[in-house]
């Protein structure tokens, strides 16, 4: 018994914590496809031909995996915005406005000053984005750190007025004049444009937000930075008596993952809508919230939670042409994935 125990750990590669921490990951979305499997039958569906044409759609061809990677990068922008203040107690909901904030400003370099080369403008309009998601996160940051507003209602609300200011901005001073009536602003310069890999619309973003997940892994683990934020996480008041700047901590990581988030816009609308539009985020805020929670805000697993629900999300498109269903099919399944997972933190913490 001894010795299949040695021979177990050597196999998986992992510890027994990090294999518990990967089955709760991954435990909540095969609980919900099979209830989404039994919705898709009392639909008339055949719940296993749509999941194969789901598979074949996103694996069956280098075009359908170019296009979950796709996905995969405003998710892990979107997840990070949420893990970073996760890590001391906050609840941010606003990946999805700051997402918007981090567009809106980056997109004021190309659109006043279009003749910029691209070493200037690339770096300027991420710079940019930053600063603008990060001061929309900031805000509801300092309002915690001052016990005014909860972070929860704060960060939800503001996704709503993000959304309102970019539709006056592509309504109204940035419209394109050539769109007719179709909300948009006039398209970017070439050198406002990520480079893209190859000729498909994946872009040097997958790059960017990989980057952004290894280096927030290391400031985590490697730091005092990140012990201090440990702390802070594991008891608050503990780590206040201790001297720790909790008040600091709370508005820096909001104004960080804000950011972050807000670059994760500035990407989407550079490399793949080549132009600010609204809605161009198919709620990227929100699902990367959902990849936040499932990871359990562990760097690592945002990268393997982004990738399952990139192919689901993915899967949208596919499940319309094939199986004649409405694309807000995918967002039962996503509901149903945040049930399963809010209650398993639920029982987890009724045992405590």
Known sequence: MAETGA?????????????????????????????????????????LAAYWDVLHGTFGSVRGLTEVFVIMIPLMFCALAVAIPARIGMVNVGGEGQLYIGAIFAAYAPLTWPDLPTAVMLPLMMCAAFIGGGLWAGLCGYLRAKSLVSEVLSTLLMNSVAGFLLQYLVFGVWHD????????????????????????????????????????????????????????????????????????????????????????GMAETSAIQGRLRPGFSSSYGYIGFLVSWMSGHNPLLIVVISFLLAVIT???????????????????????????????????????
Do not use: C
Request: aromatic share 10%.
């Open 314 to 352: 993915s899967g949208r498109d596919v499940l319309q042409i094939t199986q004649d269903l409405p694309g807000a099919a995918v967002n039962i399944l996503m509901a149903l994935i945040l049930f399963v997972v809010l209650a398993r933190r639920g029982t987890q913490a009724e045992t405590r």
């Open 7 to 47: 021979l177990a750990k050597p196999f998986y590669g992992l510890s027994s914590r990090q294999r518990d921490v990967l089955l709760q990951a991954v435990t909540p979305p095969l609980i919900a496809l099979a209830g989404f499997a039994a919705l898709l039958a009392a639909y008339g569906k055949n719940p």
């Open 177 to 264: 004049p050539k769109s007719s009536n179709f909300p948009q602003s006039k398209p970017y310069p070439a050198a406002a444009v990520l480079p893209h890999l190859g000729t498909g619309r994946l872009h040097v973003g997958l790059f960017f937000a990989l980057g952004t997940i290894a280096l927030f892994w290391f400031v985590l683990y490697k730091t005092r930075w990140g012990y201090e934020m440990r702390a802070i996480g594991g008891n608050q008041e503990a780590a206040r008596r201790s001297g720790i700047p909790i008040v600091r901590y709370i508005v820096l990581l909001f104004v960080i993952g804000g950011g972050i988030a807000g670059i994760g």
